[in-house]
């Protein structure tokens, strides 16, 4: 039609007008969506917190922010244990492990502890409790230099390994430790 000079835009395409339409609905749709899920999404991101109490996250693990290095929040969480009468079994340094290797990470330590006594009867009652026994506190430095005491939550084992509400006091000290360790 170009060639023999008529005008083609005059004549509208049926297919050309049924895409538009659909686009346009396409993008209305998306745009609502983005906007109805904007609140739920933000709600739902891993959001660090800033504040000393403790977080329980969806996999148990509670994190709060430490005002001393990795090594003073270690110092500390020694010290601690030892006024409890609570073993110390290791503190592995796995950014001195990873150095080692070769490779570089942020200050990071696992101190693992634990009382025979009160972990006993929780293995006991309920063996994979073992898998989780003796305790855990990890302290990180994170990209930004913060300093985290992470730990697995009493009540997050407790629903785990099906443990008797009367012995979860056994390992609540975990919460206490790491809380002192905070301040």
């Known amino acids: 039609m170009l060639r023999k000079g008529e005008k083609s835009f005059g004549n509208r395409s049926a ?9 346009g609905v396409l993008g209305l749709a998306m745009s609502y969506y983005l906007v109805a899920t904007r609140h739920v999404s933000m709600l739902n991101l891993p959001a660090v917190k800033e504040a000393s109490m403790p977080a329980l996250s969806e996999n148990g693990i509670v994190r709060i922010a430490s005002p001393h290095s990795v090594t003073e929040t270690v110092a500390k969480l020694e010290t601690i244990l030892q006024a409890k009468s609570v073993k110390l079994f290791a503190v592995v ?19 693992i502890f634990g009382n025979p006594k009160a972990g006993t009867p929780l293995m006991l009652a309920s063996p994979s409790a073992a ?9 990180a430095e994170d990209a930004g230099g913060k300093v985290w005491i992470s730990y697995n939550a009493a009540e997050y084992l407790e629903k785990r390994h099906n443990l008797p509400a009367n012995l979860v006091p056994n390992i609540a000290v975990i919460e206490a430790v790491a809380a002192n360790a905070a301040q």
């Open 15 to 23: 297919l050309a007008v049924a895409v538009a339409i659909l686009l």
């Open 93 to 111: 340094d796995h950014s001195g492990e990873a150095e080692k290797a070769g490779l570089k990470m942020p200050n990071t330590k696992l101190l």
């Open 131 to 139: 898998l989780d026994l003796p305790l855990k506190i990890l302290v």
